[in-house]
């Protein structure tokens, strides 16, 4: 079945570094959505890609989808505390099935 | 808007009881959905309901049953609960196209003991 993959499991920064979070399927998506979880909270939809190649940003996040649609990243330029969470991706195969998560990547930041 | 809806918040049962978690959604959404999240393995899908009427098995649906009441409600039942069933239980809804996005309830903190 489809399996999304995501590295690294866990990310410690120092406020103001840069954090990049990566997301592979094992098979080819329609589309990949990125949600965040805050500690104690549940996920909540950051943004979606379809667009083979695809790249968008939301201020310090930027959000890529690859080339062949299995792959995805998030990079969160110059952290802040407010950015600490578990970032998911989710992919989706076929239209209309489920989305799969990946594991997450659990960020911290220190001031 | 509620939004959607999750009961209980927390829950702690003995091993065997039975309970059911109840999700209301109040979006007019289609697809309603069940995932467990555990500490390191992400968000799993329990089960889904694409459409009122019709449900689905996910990665993980032994030992669930789920009911898709009516449009607003997907239920999740626990026949025999077991300690491997401790987890935090999220409940999603999602719109009629084909790529949707999911909204999450708050979540049930459920403990076998």
Known sequence: GQQVMQIPQYQHVQEGEDFTTYCNSSTTLSNIQWYKQRPGGHPVFLIQLVKSGEVKKQKRLTFQFGEAKKNSSLHITATQTTDVGTYFCAGQGQAGTALIFGKGTTLSVSS | ?113
């Open chain 2, 1 to 113: 808007n509620a939004g959607v809806t999750q009961t209980p918040k927390f829950q702690v049962l003995k091993t065997g009881q039975s309970m059911t978690l109840q999700c209301a959604q109040d979006m007019n959404h289609n697809s309603m959905y069940w995932y467990r999240q555990d500490p390191g393995m992400g968000l799993r899908l329990i089960y889904y309901s694409a459409s009122e009427g019709t449900t689905d098995k996910g990665e993980v649906p032994n030992g669930y049953n789920v009911s898709r009441l009516n449009k607003r409600e997907f239920s999740l039942r626990l026949e025999s609960a077991a300690p491997s069933q401790t987890s935090v239980y999220f409940c999603a809804s999602s719109g009629q196209g084909a790529w949707e996005k999911l909204f999450f309830g708050s979540g049930t903190q459920l403990s076998v003991l």
